[in-house]
């Protein structure tokens, strides 16, 4: 019988339908994509063609080597489509009866982790993860310290079904004026949690995953990778410190390392499992602005989601806002636990 | 400048990204689908496969013919493929800690709405759609009597890419034991709206659309065909009737043609302008459960989302819930006008 599951951390009901259940390995695909070439000449994000971008905001070179020229290993520059504007002040909202609008300002930058146009993150090396990290940390504590920035988004799509619009790996950042829905809701639920319980929810989440096991991908005391429990999307896993963070804005070069393991570990076990599959990951975490500063702390825990895009939500899942998964989240994880191949 | 529009029916707020913007002229395709064949002899929705379906619970046919045999208009049959369940009582949630659960169940119908393979809603005369319609209401009517039932959900998915399975034009119609989450805000919207101003939020939307004008496509008094202000995607599109109706119970004979021809003239604009997108369409209406007899019928009233998708959600959208939409709807509206040809 299928089931509903409920996201401790989001309260979003999710359908896990058994009834139309798909076995794990029946997502595993005929074939592999087309591997990329190493260098793509016609590419915005690959070395020698810095011109294309505007100029980087931050890049790891050689110590005195000239910016906006190849020979970088990171490279972050505003994005040319930002969704938001530059602009940095906060303007009130235009209240128009019904029409409420504002100006849609804040910062958009890419992460441009790899010079390399074929280096997924399942291919990139443990230093080579960590440095990116590093990189992802100092774009979120320059962009969560300016006024008027309510939140901090980080997020990366691969593959044109899962949205992504160039080839070249990479990660983007968004500094938005305002808190977005999605996390405001886990904001309240997480302070309703620790009202009532003195306690943070995702680290009773996570020590439940880690004694039940059975959705546990890693645990190398520090991270731990999970299948959640309501899990939207076949194969939906999620990252989270063991110990309580409320934000990106203070991993140790531990936790950057650490963090980095997982993340590759993730990948490559999707990539195996899953041939590379199409996907999405963001990151949930505390908001930055001075209004919230502290607020915060010791009610919400950080955590990444990656989602596999192997399926299409539907007007059923548009109209209602309840997904239907149809793998168990158990299943999906004793399946990709067969093509971990590291010790953790 | 990109400006945040929110949705009055559902807070949802809404990036109209001009700075990306694509003129809704760049949507147009290079080439049309290879249309269907009218008849597809592995098709179970097809005549003659009537034997591959469940058997049919509503059936428009010749009188005295055969139930489950070729001659019919239209053809209702549970579906094989339900997320759920067909039992009827209402079982309490399990509560588990932090893993509650409950079995999904409710009923899953597919409303057939033709015999014929190659019949979309963009090709369907007015009395075709009309019929179509009337048999939409009959199993909402019974389906929302059945004892358990919180909600029903009718909804339809067209082209792969929107997540249709089956390429036979159909609906959907689920009977559900909760109210889902996206409608649940709706209705706590419209109900704060009218308590503050004793009127029903979506009239005075409406009012608003048909007073400014710039959005609406068509008016014939009876119903409106409109961009929503705050466009989730390139063409959205909204029908709503004029006069109050909380749920689509009490559609009358001239409700029922009047919803149909603005349903066909709406697929007919967007056939024409886009080559018979992809797109989802569900239905937002009152609930029907025992509890809540009544309680909403001032406040809400209910409305038909259409979606084309021609734009894929990525992670920015997934982990914030704020949308992007790179066409600002009034100029979706102004260039779907000229593909209107019929008199409104």
Known sequence: M?????DPLSGRWVIIATGRAKRPEAFAPAARPAPSPEHDATCCFCPGQEATTPPEVLAYRAPGAAPDSPGWQVRVVPNKFAAFDGATDRQPAMLQGLEQRRPAFGAAEVIVGTPRHDRTLALASDAELAQMIHAHQERYRELAARPGVAYVMLFRNQGAWAGASQRHPHSQIMALPVVPAAVATELDRAAAHHGMHGSCLMCQVIARERAHGARVLADDGRFVLFTPYASRTPFELMIAPIGHQADLGHLSP??????????????????????DPPHNFYLHAAPCGADDAGRWS?????????????????????GSGILINITVPEAAAAFLREYRTEPV
């Open 298 to 318: 010791e009610s919400y825990h950080w955590h990444l989601s990656i989602l596999p895009r192997l399926t299409t939500p539907a007007a059923f899942e548009l």
């Open 2 to 6: 299928p089931e509903l599951r409920q």
């Open 254 to 275: 531990e936790d950057e390392a650490g963090l980095g393991r997982q993340l590759g570990l993730a990948m490559r076990m999707l990539d195996r499992a899953l041939g």
